[in-house]
């Protein structure tokens, strides 16, 4: 048992640090996330933050906010899933920094069981809403 432990958190660790890697496709310059849904030992999906497809590949507007219909790593994980012939029941998330609400809501929805994350959001009703939903939450710690 414990060394079954051991062996997923070995596989947390590496499946974080290639979430760090996919974030490094984000071209949003005010923070990079990257995300992977995992199921059975595959990965599924995945996902950085950026604008939706067909749209500028710019995310911040000239005052440097980030615009409004960027979307989410985590969000962009779970919809591409969504036009794939898989399926999110089940799966785990791995995210580089910690789920907002409205993509814990996305998360609750589609069925992900657990959530692997690494970096605190500033804000943690995320993370509030997704214990409440009694999803199996997980922080690693890397060095990238
Ligand atoms: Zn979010």
């Given at each position: 048992?414990?060394?079954?432990?051991?062996?997923?958190?070995?596989?947390?660790?590496?499946?974080?640090?290639?979430?760090?890697?996919?974030?490094?496709?984000?071209?949003?310059?005010?923070?990079?996330?990257?995300?992977?849904?995992?199921?059975?030992?595959?990965?599924?999906?995945d996902?950085?933050?950026?604008?939706?497809?067909g749209?500028?590949?710019v995310c911040?507007?000239?005052?440097?906010?980030?615009?409004?219909?960027?979307?989410h790593?985590?969000a962009?994980?779970?919809?591409?899933?969504?036009?794939?012939?898989?399926?999110?029941?089940?799966?785990?998330l791995?995210?580089?920094?910690?789920?907002?609400?409205?993509?814990?809501?996305?998360?609750i929805?589609?069925?992900?069981?657990?959530?692997?994350?690494?970096?605190?959001?500033?804000?943690?009703?995320?993370?509030?809403?997704?214990?409440?939903?009694n999803?199996?939450?997980?922080?690693?710690?890397?060095?990238?």
């Amino acid at each position: 048992m414990e060394q079954n432990e051991e062996k997923q958190e070995l596989l947390d660790r590496r499946y974080m640090r290639m979430a760090f890697i996919w974030a490094e496709n984000s071209y949003c310059k005010r923070r990079k996330v990257g995300a992977l849904l995992v199921k059975n030992k595959m990965i599924i999906s995945d996902g950085y933050n950026g604008t939706p497809s067909g749209f500028e590949n710019v995310c911040e507007d000239e005052n440097d906010v980030t615009k409004p219909y960027v979307l989410h790593a985590e969000a962009n994980a779970i919809t591409k899933v969504a036009r794939s012939n898989n399926s999110s029941d089940g799966a785990t998330l791995y995210v580089t920094s910690s789920p907002c609400i409205e993509c814990a809501k996305l998360i609750i929805q589609a069925g992900i069981s657990r959530v692997v994350f690494a970096e605190n959001y500033r804000l943690s009703d995320g993370i509030e809403l997704l214990r409440r939903a009694n999803v199996e939450l997980v922080s690693v710690e890397t060095d990238k």
